[in-house]
């Protein structure tokens, strides 16, 4: 049976209105080119020159003249030319050039004959067959004009786009400061990682986590620690966070308990934006704005906290920081197994997606508790079932999502 979430937000709602009122507040700077691994462009990067920057051979063989072939009878071998050693010399009428990949082809090349198509007998080639005008030349420009976008503003640089522009000469590029963004766990419940747990503590996961999803996006991050359910202590923590980072993520205290804190402080130092999510795991959401940062309530529940990151953080906080942002791939699948679903909220279940017999298939990782981690961490996808979807018998097609660098 559904249940009543008539006063629940659709994700895609919540997600339209977030990015609505988010815009980029990250200023730009320069940076050499080796420290600027990670970082997100704050303008468009044009090409100095053309790639290739000259006519070059695509293969090891001979540079020929169309005009000087004629079937069987072989062409006296004129010099030879190596990338970085161009060919400077004569080429009479009846000759032709040994040539070497990446090596600029002789002014007058028609076409490169690769070495496995002739006969060498001393200097003397013959050629086995007959090549196609601009056969095994790269042109000047084919790559990469002169003056042509090679990365739009707000592509973050990772180690695809660092040869590229390190082959284009740029040695300095202008990307954005890193988003800062300050974090604390809250529960009285909550215990560091290393410490003895006293009867009905639980160690503070989710903080690490959020951090290591932060790391990955290139953000800066204050650790605030854990906040015990304490208002004082809580509103310390916000204006402090408010005061030095351009965003504050929060995890725990966003439920409707008694010692949850986080919405009677939000309310008086700020403004809600939405506060409960039409989705599975991770209804206890919360997005509101401090007076200078903006703000993420995470629900305290470890997969919840993380989907929730994922889903909706992780596309506002690339906002923010002026990150060009693409959503996840979303493919077909079949259930290997049945799935328990109630209609009334987007459910994101969690799945080990892998090639069949018969196409791509997925499994369950079995528990789907939001208080159940072991779930998230064998699984390399989600299983994402519709609002109105009810339970899914084993064979029926499903949308999957696999997990992105975020969770990679």
Request: aromatic share 6%; charged share 20%; proline share 8%.
């Amino acid at each position: 049976m559904g249940f009543d979430t008539s006063g629940l937000l659709p994700l895609s709602d919540a997600l339209q209105g977030m990015l609505e009122q988010l815009a980029c507040c990250c200023d730009s700077e320069q940076q050499p080119l080796p420290e600027a691994l990670g970082r997100v462009l704050a303008s468009d990067i044009a090409s100095p020159l053309a790639v290739p920057p000259f006519d070059n051979s695509a293969m090891d063989g001979y540079a020929v003249r169309l005009s000087d072939l004629t079937a069987g009878t072989p062409l006296i071998m004129a010099g030879k030319a190596f990338a970085g050693q161009p060919y400077q010399g004569e080429w009479p009428a009846g000759h032709c050039v040994r040539i070497m990949t990446g090596a600029p082809v002789p002014a007058g090349t028609d076409a490169v004959v690769m070495q496995e198509e002739t006969q060498a007998d001393g200097d003397r080639i013959t050629f086995l067959a007959q090549p196609e005008p601009g056969q095994n030349i790269r042109r000047a420009g084919s790559d990469i004009g002169k003056g042509a976008c090679v990365l739009p503003a707000g592509t973050r640089l990772t180690p695809r786009e660092m040869p590229l522009l390190a082959s284009l000469g740029v040695a300095t590029v202008t990307v954005r400061r890193p988003l800062k963004v300050a974090i604390f766990s809250t529960g009285d419940e909550l215990k560091p990682v290393g410490t003895p747990l006293a009867h009905g503590d639980i160690y503070d996961s989710n903080r690490y986590g959020v951090r290591a999803m932060l790391a990955r996006m290139g953000c800066d991050c204050l650790d605030l620690g854990i906040i015990p359910d304490d208002p004082a202590q809580l509103r310390a923590a916000f204006i402090r966070a408010d005061e030095e980072a351009d965003v504050l993520i929060t995890t725990g205290g966003v439920s409707v308990g008694e010692a949850d804190f986080t919405k009677q402080l939000l309310d008086e130092l700020g403004e809600i934006g939405f506060w409960k999510l039409a989705i599975k795991p991770g209804k206890p959401f919360a997005f509101g704005r401090l007076p200078r940062a903006w703000f993420f309530g995470l629900p305290g529940n470890p997969v919840s906290a993380m989907v929730t990151f994922d889903q909706l953080v992780q596309p506002a906080l690339a906002k923010l920081a002026g990150q060009r942002f693409e959503r996840p791939l979303q493919l077909q699948a079949i259930a290997a197994e049945p799935l328990k679903k109630s209609p009334g909220r987007l459910d994101f279940q969690r799945g080990i997606l892998s090639q069949g017999p018969n196409g791509l298939e997925v499994h369950s990782t079995g528990s789907q508790d939001s208080a159940v981690f072991s779930s998230l961490s064998r699984a390399n996808c989600y299983i994402v079932l519709e609002r109105e979807r009810g339970r899914v018998a084993a064979g029926e097609t499903v949308t999957v999502e696999p997990f992105g660098g975020l969770l990679l």
